[in-house]
Every structure is written in C-alpha cells, then in structure tokens.
C-alpha cells in the first residue's frame, strides 16, 4: 500500500481515497525508490500531500535512504518551499537541527543558506530555534555561511539587530560578503570578464530579484491578483488539506470574487484587506446554533439576533458561490435549514422562542453527528472546514454545565481519529443580550478555551453580539472585520 501511496504523490493524484485501503500493517514511512511519500511530497512542494499525509500519522522526522530529513529536502522544494518548511515547523516533534547523514553533515538551515536562501526560510528555521553558532564537521556556523551571501535580508533574519546601530550589522556583513565575493569569483584560474559576469549574475539573484516579488494592488480586482490572495489565505490558515490541486471550491470562490469586486452596480471598492477576509470566510462552512430558549423573548433579543445571524452569513458567504450559505439550527426547535442568507434565513426564525438551554447535549444531537460524525464515520472528506457559532443568552439547563466543553472535546478527538486536522471544525461562542448568568458562563468558557486541548479551535468573544452590531451596522467595512474577527479571533 505504501508504494500506491508514493506513486500517487509522486504523481501529484494523492488523495483522501488513497487511504481508505490502508491496513494496520502497512507502513507510510516506508521508501519506496530511494524516499518515501512524504519525501516525496516534500521535494514536490505538494502542501496538498504534505498536509493529508501528515494527517496520517507520517514521520516528519524519518530520513530517507540518502540520509535526509523531510524538513532537510523541504529548502530543495521545486515549488512552495517557505511554505513547507512552515508547515513540517507547525509539529512539536520536529527536529530541528537534525544534522544530515552526509560529509559535512548540515542542519536543514545550512542547507538552506547552501541552496536555497530564502529569507523567509531562513527566518522561519530561526525563529523556531535552529543554531546559529553550532558548526559542522567543516567547523562551519550558520552565521559563517550567511557572511557568504550578498542578500542582507538572509543575513537580517539570523541575527538580532542592534538598537543602538541598526544598519551598522548590515554594512559590516556586507562588506565581509564582498569580500568573499572576490575570493570566489576574482580567482587567478578565473579571466576577469567570466568574473565580473559571475558577480553580477550573484547580485542579481541574491539582491535585486527579491526585491522583484509580485505583488498585489491596493484594490485588486484582476483573477491574477485575487488567486494570488486567494492562495496565500490558504496557505496562512493552513487549509491546504481540504483544498487540493484544480479545487472546485477554489475556483468556484474566485470566480464569485472576480463578479462582485467588478460588478459596478454593486459598487463596492474592496481593498486588499477586504478582498482577503471575505477569502477567509467563505473557505468555511458556517453552522449557526442559535439560542431559542423562553429567556430570549427579553430585551428584544429574538429579533436582535435574527438581524445578526442574517448579517453573519451575507457576509461569510459574499464570495462563495450563488447556492452556499450558512445552516442554521437551533437548540430547541427541531427543524432548520442549509445554505441560506437574507430573508430565507430569517424566515427560519418566525417563530416565538420557548424551551430549556441544553446547549451541548444539542449540539451534539443537532450539529456534530449530523454534520461531523457522519463524515468522519464514512472515512470521506469535509469539502470545507467548518465553523460552528454558538449564540446564546443565557446558561446550560437540564444538563452538566461542561458538557459544551466536552462535546468539543470529544469532536476534536474524533476528527483526529478520522485522520482529520483537529481544526477541521472551529468553534465561536457568543453572548447576546446583557444576563449576568450567560456573562459568566461565557467567562468561564473563554478560560477552557485557553487550555491546550482548545487551542485554536475555541474562540469565545467578550462582546456582546446586540450592542456591538448597532454600533457597527451602518458601516460596512467596519461591520465586516468585526465579523471576521469575532468569529475567528484577531
């Protein structure tokens, strides 16, 4: 099996199918041809791969045949090669100054100040702790070879930079590389012009072409543009697992984008910004579990929150395609609806609210099994990550006041099971309404979610939904980051 599984890697065709037919026996770290899958996936700068073979337990540490470690082939990627050693740099149980098997025996940042020095890679192995100081068997330190480069932006992310001086560390270390500059190139075996070319062409590729870097306008509105902040939103949230090459969904969200930013009767000017949290919203499938218990018939609560819910998902789904929306479900009322937004949604909410608060004894009967445990128990794949908001006015009822906290509990361990990423499914938590019980219910979630079984998954805002939305309802840019924000966290 593991062979299948390289072929499909090495073919750039792996997926979730692939899996399925694994048996208990069979070993994902297994080379196959001199790597093995994740190697592979590695060196193919596959963050797709990467991240569902990662999902199955590969060794992030095993070596291949050759004496190399996945994070050592990672500054050799053909392609996204910052953005893989990012991802293997997420595992706690990375080596990171794994030295490899052959003469003179380098960490992955010598290598990468060898081959391949992109600041970004050299800042990110630094900024998790690899050496700076520590030699090799050639007695060399990252910092020595980082005198070699002319790129000041390399030699800036290994060391601090002085606040009494802070471009003396550059000039200094410049000056060195020129100096190894004309040793390398200026050599008396060398003819001078065949020199000069060489220096430049070093110059060229080391100061002058990171400079060159696309970039995006302040308000982009071309496909290039918008695919470029698209993907990059992607790889920030670490979502390359449930997006694989040429994804429908992918393609379906850019193109809505492309028609909104573009429609002139719209006339909306979305900035870069803009453009980049409405890319993040809409990669989620919103699942909205709404309070309906007696309580919110008080301070105007019901139509309150049937305004905000109705204004959460326009706005996540602004650039997802025409037939997706939010669900909704309540946790009283038996019955809901899926991919709604506007008054389709609120009409979901014509109803007078009654009943008890039993919020995680539903959410798990209402949300988790139908819409979780039904794929995870399949083996099949989440077209989208999804992100639960929880609203509610008041405090569990007829139930034991953590069984909200252990039904998330129990989803992230069952999603990991499932060989998904634990984050496959957010939670946000929410207050609406000013009862001092809810205020401190919430409070004491807002604690669990500091424990390290939430992180990342658990976000309770201190807000007030109802107060903050008639604050911000008139003001659509505003509106939408405090959206963003509340339901994902800053």
């Not at 700076?132 to 070699?148: I, Q």
């Not at 794929?375 to 609203?391: C, D, K, W, Y």
Request: proline share 7%.
């Amino acid at each position: 099996m593991s062979t299948i599984i390289a072929d499909r890697v090495r073919d750039r065709t792996l997926t979730r199918d692939d899996f399925k037919d694994m048996a208990s026996g069979d070993d994902i770290n297994k080379p196959v041809d001199g790597n093995t899958p994740l190697g592979y996936a590695v060196l193919n700068g596959d963050t797709y791969a990467i991240r569902l073979l990662i999902n199955h337990k590969a060794n992030i540490n095993k070596k291949s045949p050759n004496g190399l470690s996945p994070l050592h082939m990672a500054v050799d990627a053909k392609e996204n090669a910052a953005r893989v050693v990012q991802i293997l740099l997420e595992s706690p149980d990375i080596k990171i100054d794994e030295e490899d098997d052959s003469y003179p025996h380098d960490t992955p940042l010598m290598r990468a100040l060898k081959n391949n020095p992109d600041p970004l890679i050299v800042k990110a192995l630094k900024d998790k702790g690899s050496s700076v100081n520590t030699p090799n068997s050639k007695g060399e330190t990252a910092l020595d070879l980082a005198d070699r480069l002319l790129n000041a932006k390399v030699k800036e992310a290994l060391v601090d930079p002085d606040p009494l001086n802070p471009t003396g560390t550059s000039l200094t270390r410049f000056l060195v590389s020129s100096a190894f500059l004309a040793i390398d190139y200026l050599a008396p075996k060398k003819p001078l012009q065949d020199s000069v070319i060489d220096a430049f062409r070093v110059i060229n590729k080391e100061i002058v072409e990171p400079r060159t870097a696309p970039s995006v306008s302040a308000y982009p509105t071309t496909k290039p543009e918008l695919k470029t902040i698209l993907d990059d939103v992607v790889a920030t949230y670490g979502l390359e697992s449930f997006f694989g090459p040429g994804s429908p969904v992918l393609d379906s969200i850019l193109l809505k984008a492309h028609t909104v930013v573009t429609d002139p009767s719209l006339s909306l000017r979305f900035t870069a910004a803009e453009v980049r949290s409405s890319f993040h919203m809409a990669l989620y499938q919103p699942i909205i579990y709404c309070d309906d218990s007696g309580s919110m018939k008080e301070e105007n609560r019901w139509p309150n929150q049937s305004e905000i819910v109705s204004q959460i998902a326009s706005t996540m789904s602004l650039f997802s395609a025409d037939e997706k929306g939010a669900h909704i479900r309540f946790i009283n009322k038996s019955s809901g609806g899926d991919n709604l937004k506007g008054d389709a949604l609120k009409a979901q909410m014509g109803f007078t609210p009654d009943g008890s608060t039993k919020i995680g004894t539903n959410l798990n009967s209402k949300i988790l099994e139908p819409f979780i445990y039904s794929v995870t128990n399949a083996g099949t794949a989440f077209e989208r990550p999804i992100l639960v908001i929880i609203i509610t006015d008041g405090w569990p009822t007829e139930e034991a006041e953590d069984t909200l906290q252990n039904a998330i509990i129990t989803c992230q361990q069952r999603l990991q099971a499932a060989f998904h990423p634990r984050d496959a499914v957010l939670f946000s938590a929410n207050q609406i309404g000013s009862a001092p019980q809810a205020e401190k219910f919430l409070s004491g979630l807002m604690e669990v979610s500091k424990r390290p079984e939430f992180d990342g998954v658990l976000r309770v805002s201190a807000e007030k939904l109802d107060a903050k939305f008639a604050e911000l309802r008139n003001n659509r840019t505003t509106l939408q980051f405090w959206i963003d924000s509340v339901l994902f966290g800053p």
